[in-house]
């Protein structure tokens, strides 16, 4: 328990830093997207060789604050020596090195802005695969625990990136990726930002949600920490794959909006969210009938089953609107409407969830607190819809009007 909850209040340092990598991704795939749509293949390779520059940007700012704060970082949460010593060890090794996890990222995202999805599916797989493969030798073998952990990681991603690379050089021809003579196109970056920027804060924003969970979990104890860290690995699976519907509409929808085809735009707004929707009702499915199973995965306790369980079950009722909010923040990221998704996640993590799950804990206690959660996504899903209705009201209902004309 005392590394799971190392890891867990470790988390939103890591996810600030993954936040500027693919935040900044998408306002690059929006680009590239809207280039491609319109056939400007040199404004198109700018892009891209941008992008890897703010990539490498985003590395050297995550490296410096990953060396210099982690340690006053964990001890804003907990004053344990050994859980602080382990979160110091994990966050000096994923930060220190991330430059795989920004090359990565935005190498993906080339492929997925191409529409090369299927590449990009290769090399995340290829990291994914090495991480699992490799974790258990780092944990057990060689007796690493969390640092373990950590190299596993980022061996994973230096796969991963590698490949992404390789496919991008080799592959990819929509683009060419020319270092030499290489300067930043500052306006160009402020098109970028002007996208990416919202996208960032709006999964920053995740981190600041994460790190007042942890402190209103610490109110009762470590092992709450756990759960809801536990929780937090587990709905990536049900996640991942809707996020990754939505890297791939992001770029069709851009692409369609740059071509003046309103009927694609709707048409892909459609297919996404019917398929996000059955991804969610199937983790909604294993969350609610097999929560003791996924807590057994990690050698979970009796106190921490009594506690997990129940929790699993309430929050995983929030999945199904999830799916829905996650297609509408891919119209918005793609119409250059990027703002709208920073309200939205704004409202679920700030102004409903930490408050409702704070007042829920000093007055219900520590069971009834992830009730927050689908209280929030449900909040979250009225906005959502009201800012879609005001885009199609816009900008897509005057592409139909463009055309008749």
């Keep these: 328990e005392a590394s799971l909850t190392a890891v867990s209040l470790a988390f939103p340092a890591q996810n600030l830093m993954i936040s500027l990598a693919a935040g900044t991704a998408v306002g690059v795939n929006a680009l590239l997207g809207r280039a491609l749509g319109a056939g400007e293949r ?50 000096h090794i994923v930060m220190g090195c991330s430059f795989a996890l920004f090359g990565q990222i935005m190498l993906e995202r080339l492929l997925q802005g191409t529409g090369r999805s299927l590449l990009s599916m290769y090399t995340q797989g290829l990291g994914a695969i090495v991480n699992i493969i490799l974790d258990p030798v780092f944990i057990f073998v060689f007796d690493m625990g969390v640092a373990g952990a950590a190299i596993a990681t980022v061996i994973g991603q230096i796969c991963g990136m590698l490949l992404a690379a390789y496919f991008n050089v080799k592959k990819n021809t929509d683009i060419t990726l020319r270092v030499k003579g290489f300067r930043p196109d500052w306006r160009l970056i402020g098109s970028i930002y002007a996208i990416g920027l919202p996208s960032v804060i709006m999964m920053a924003i995740g981190s600041v949600m994460t790190y007042g969970i942890n402190k209103i979990m610490l109110m009762f104890s470590a092992t709450a920490v756990s759960v809801f860290g536990i929780y937090f690995k587990l709905q990536s699976f049900i996640f991942m794959p809707v996020f990754g519907l939505n890297n791939g509409m992001v770029p069709i929808i851009a692409y369609n909006y740059g071509a003046r085809r309103p009927s694609r735009i709707l048409q892909t707004v459609r297919f996404g969210a019917l398929l996000a929707e059955i991804i969610m009702f199937i983790g909604t499915v ?39 909010g996650i297609s509408f923040g891919s119209v918005f990221q793609a119409m250059g409407n990027g703002m709208y998704s920073l309200i939205v996640s704004a409202c679920r993590q700030l102004v409903v969830l930490l408050p409702v799950a704070y007042l829920l804990a000093v007055t219900m206690g520590v069971h009834f607190v992830w009730l927050a959660f689908p209280a929030s996504e449900l909040a979250s899903i009225v906005l959502s819809v009201v800012l879609f209705l005001r885009i199609y009201r816009k900008k897509i209902q005057p592409l139909y009007e463009e055309a008749e004309v």
């Design 286 to 324: 294993i969350f609610q009938t097999c929560p003791a199973f996924l807590l057994a995965l990690f050698d979970a306790s009796d106190d921490m089953l009594a506690l997990g369980i129940p929790a699993l079950r309430i929050i995983s009722i929030n999945f199904l609107f999830a799916g829905l």
């Design 42 to 91: 040199q404004r198109a390779d700018r892009v891209a060789v941008n992008g890897l520059f703010l990539a490498f940007v985003g590395f050297a700012v995550s490296c410096v604050l990953g060396l210099t704060c982690a340690g006053a970082f964990l001890r804003s949460q907990t004053q344990v020596e050994e859980i602080i010593v382990m979160g110091e060890q994990y966050l």
